[in-house]
């Protein structure tokens, strides 16, 4: 049966472009953007006056704290350094074959990172989707110089089952000779042997202003070999030019122009599985360990690390300490363990520095709590563990999409077009110019040079600036007055969890606990939900009390799948008047989202509930409307792709196999769609995607075709909800019954082990980040609301009641009241829901030959719905 165009999507944006024809590339203007970031480590008001400018212009929500200094002056003002991006063209629906007979070419250079190989098998499979010829250039550019065999023709299945593994499968090499214009002149002889004139280019800043420097030179290189008749006129006139589109391939998420550089999501994971386990044995020795990072003149790993892991003290090379730092580094020690702490952990990044520029080395530090306090203190130095492992999911999905991409930009340059980045903003896929980027990238170096710290940090972006704000934060013991957001009030909140257990959960209420401290509150935490709450299961948290809670997975207060109801009003009126709870923050998944709106609405009912309240999302199945991403899912995904990983090794050597493979996620399909693009796997089965029996059978037919040409396995993977009818056990048969003889079927239900495991580095440093920008939120409408004669609060509004959540590269406050109307509650599920755009990119990588459509429509059965983001 020939292959055919799934149903179109249901509910949801509607993606109409469609692009049938070779469209020009678009004008690239210019905007800011870079890594994950927040407010300088030590006060600066020239510092916080231009990250006040770069936030309003950029659309970032000031936090209460910044809001109250910048009030009077708050104004939008045009940057003039500004990198502003092309938006990309995933989504669209795209041609087969729309550039067929183009060729092009992609190489990885200079260090590698994990996700590289993502990348390459996504550059080739969109490559040839699109009719192109695709080339391998292994070894980077010193292949391209080499020439020979190191360029050869890619096909379909020579990138098969890569996306999993580590490095780069095409090999990385640092060449001296391409520096010279004879290594030059051999690489553009070669790639003309091969009529390749585009390049995708995987590496860091170096490689990609090696490969401008390139296209700069091509004319000349042209008439050099044209001159020395190594080619023809003809030939030189019919390349005239060569394009070049990259990607940034680096651990160390130092490349400005984009949120994340492929490789930094997998080497925080690797750092932070390394410090779990050194924490057991620190604790159990009451040590001291000094952990270096890698990030020679970047260091973000070492300040998210910090975040993730609770770090006692942080170096890093853009923000030196105070030259007292030996006194204030044995002061803050000395103050956790005072609190009752047993161990310290201090993170180095290899380039970190003093104010004079002198290297401060883990050896040292070491050193000086050694000679100082006389702890037992010892030293890890991670190394290039940090580079290695399979790639986490967010890599994986993060070099699937960014190839896709990288491939169509190159396909729309025109003569005059100059090299791009394929960068990620917020959720999207964007186009940012090459040279731009460099150079901003470079001037952060400049200004470490010049020792101008507060222009180094502001350079690297808000949210690098807003990490090091939090972590600061949470690190103190003591408030500094002028920070404190209570003025002179001592409030009372409180926090609970709702719903299943999700990765971030106690990290989340860690954060809140210790914010609400700093800024003199009294915190309570509710165990075990609205049940814990009517039984006045209230406990107050100290500081120490959520000592070590970051890396671990679950609920230490209890969580339950329990809603309030006009029974238990009463008794939860009375429990919240009883303890004097001003605010609440409640952590947890669709349940918190219903709970919040029940309790706002009984309001008139019960003057107890007349207090601001506030829900961070924290569920695996990423369904709650408000956010495009919730805590925990993104540890589901990575347990989901481990887990896919092993069941696809037991395959290996097997005769042919077919395998699906169920996953949670209620009637929303986001885990089966992203953990089917980042495993590899050949479909996904979910609600929001209607599918019939001729769909299963079209799949059948791929399988039996892919088989013939040798792949081994087939991987399906179905969310649990995704049709009452087509069940997993249905399609096992249906498999069975069309397959026999040709393959044979097997079920795995993943069941709640994706709810399991170490939250990973991303919810832990979310979930930290949303919970401190939370308690400021909640303490800045308690004063609103407050009433000092009685010291009650009357909080009436609907924005008192309010989801905090992810909105494109935006953290805001949204009514529960009004997201009320874009939620289908029959089916939990939000009525829009961005990830469905990458569906016809799972498709693609997995060659179904059709078009694959992203439009969304109304679906006139009960059934019908939307699903939601990656």
């Given amino acids: 049966m020939p292959s055919r165009s799934p149903p179109p999507f249901h509910h949801g944006h509607r993606f109409n472009r469609t692009i049938d024809k070779p469209p020009l590339m678009d004008t690239v203007e210019g905007h800011i953007f870079n890594p994950q970031a927040d407010v300088d480590a030590f006060d600066s008001p020239k510092m916080a006056e231009e990250q006040e400018l770069a936030l309003l212009e950029e659309g970032e929500t000031l936090s209460p704290l910044l809001e109250a200094q910048y009030a009077a002056r708050a104004r939008l003002q045009k940057r003039m350094d500004s990198i502003v991006p092309t938006i990309g063209r995933e989504g669209t629906d795209i041609k087969l074959n729309l550039y067929k007979g183009r060729t092009i070419a992609v190489f990885t250079s200079g260090g590698d990172s994990q996700g ?141 122009g984009t949120d994340m550089t492929i490789g930094t999501d997998s080497a925080l994971q690797r750092i932070i599985e390394a410090i779990d386990a050194v924490v057991s044995t620190a604790q159990s020795h009451q040590r001291s360990f000094v952990v270096e990072v890698m990030g020679r003149h970047c260091g973000y790993l070492a300040l998210v690390t910090g975040l993730a892991a609770e770090a006692d003290f942080v170096f ?7 030259v007292n730092w030996r006194e204030i580094l044995c002061t803050k020690l000395q ?54 492992g399979a790639p986490s999911a967010f890599d994986r999905l993060l070099g699937c999409r960014m190839g896709a991409e990288a491939v169509l930009a190159l396909m729309e340059m025109t003569v005059d077009s100059l090299p791009c980045v394929i960068s990620i903003d917020g959720n999207q896929m964007v186009r940012v110019p090459l040279m731009q980027c460099v150079e901003r990238t470079q001037a952060v170096q400049k200004a470490m040079n010049e020792k101008n710290w507060e222009r180094a940090v502001q350079l690297r972006g808000r949210s690098f600036q807003r990490n090091l704000e939090t972590y600061r934060l949470l690190t103190k013991l003591r408030t500094v007055e002028k920070d404190n957001l209570s003025e002179g009030h001592h409030f009372t909140v409180a926090v609970m969890n709702i719903g299943a257990p999700a990765g971030g959960m106690n990290a989340a209420v860690r954060s809140f606990v210790r914010t609400a401290l700093y800024h003199h509150c009294t915190v309570y935490g509710i165990h075990n939900s609205f049940e814990g709450l009517t039984n006045g299961e209230f406990e107050k948290l100290k500081w120490g009390s959520v000592t070590n809670w970051v890396m671990h997975g679950g609920s230490f207060l209890g969580t339950q799948k329990q809603l309030p109801t006009a029974e238990t ?38 003057a107890a509930l007349r207090i601001p309240m506030t829900v961070i999302p924290c569920t695996i199945s990423n369904n709650v409307p408000g956010t495009s991403l919730s805590l925990g899912s993104d540890t589901a995904v990575n347990e989901i792709c481990c887990m896919i990983d092993k069941i696809k090794q037991s395959a290996t050597g097997t005769k042919k196999r077919v395998f699906i493979i169920e996953t949670m996620g209620g009637y929303c399909g986001y885990l089966a769609t992203v953990s089917a693009l980042a495993s590899g796997a050949d479909n996904a089965y979910i609600f929001e995607d209607k599918f019939d029996v001729q769909d299963i059978i079209e799949d059948v037919n791929v399988i039996a075709e892919k088989m013939k040409k040798g792949v081994q396995r087939y991987l399906i993977v179905r969310n649990e909800c995704a049709n009452k009818h087509y069940t997993t056990e249905f399609v096992q048969q249906l498999f069975s019954e069309e397959g026999r003889g040709e393959f044979t079927t097997r079920i795995n239900v993943l069941g709640h082990a994706q709810q399991g495991g170490s939250p990973t580095p991303f919810d832990r440093n979310m979930a930290t980040k949303l919970s401190a920008r939370a308690l400021e939120y909640l303490i800045t409408q308690i004063k609103a609301c407050y009433d000092p004669s009685n010291q009650k609060v009357y909080a009436e509004g609907d924005d008192t009641a309010t989801l905090l959540g992810l909105t494109g590269r935006r953290v805001v406050f949204s009514p529960v009241e009004e997201l009320h109307t874009e939620t289908d509650f029959t089916h939990r599920l939000p009525n829009h829901q961005w990830w469905l755009k990458l569906r016809p990119l799972l498709r693609i990588l997995a060659k179904h030959n059709s078009t694959y459509h992203t439009e969304v429509q109304d679906d006139e059965g009960p059934d019908g719905h939307s699903g939601y983001t990656a």
């Fill in 569 to 606: 009003l009463p008794k939860i009126a009375e429990q919240l008047e009883k303890h004097g709870i001003q605010a609440l923050l409640m952590v947890g998944g669709f349940e918190a989202f219903n709970s919040c709106l029940f309790l706002s609405r009984n309001r008139k009912k019960f």
């Fill in 335 to 388: 103050q956790q363990r005072a609190e009752g702490q047993r161990l310290n952990i201090i993170i180095v990044a290899e380039g970190a520095i003093d104010r004079d520029g002198n290297p401060i080395t883990a050896e040292l530090v070491k050193d000086v709590v050694t000679e100082k306090l006389h702890y037992d203190t010892r030293v890890t130095v991670l190394g290039h563990v940090q580079r290695g």
């Fill in 116 to 256: 590289m190989n993502s990348a390459v098998r996504s550059v080739v499979r969109m490559g040839i989707y699109l009719g192109c010829k695709v080339y391998f250039i292994n070894e980077g550019y010193q292949g391209m110089v080499d020439g020979g065999d190191n360029i050869r023709l890619a096909d379909w299945n020579s990138v098969s089952d890569i996306i999993q593994k580590g490095g780069t499968i095409i090999g990385s090499a640092r060449c001296s000779d391409f520096r010279k214009p004879e290594g030059r002149l051999k690489a553009c002889f070669n790639l003309l042997e091969r009529e390749i004139t585009n390049l995708v280019c995987i590496g860091g800043d170096g490689s990609l202003t090696g490969a401008n420097q390139f296209r700069k030179d091509w004319p000349d290189l042209l008439k050099e070999l044209v001159a020395s008749g190594k080619i023809t006129q003809e030939k030189a006139d019919a390349n005239p030019n060569i394009q070049i589109v990259g990607m940034v391939g680096s651990i160390d998420n130092d490349f400005c």
């Fill in 316 to 322: 890093i090379p853009e923000w030196p300490p105070p």
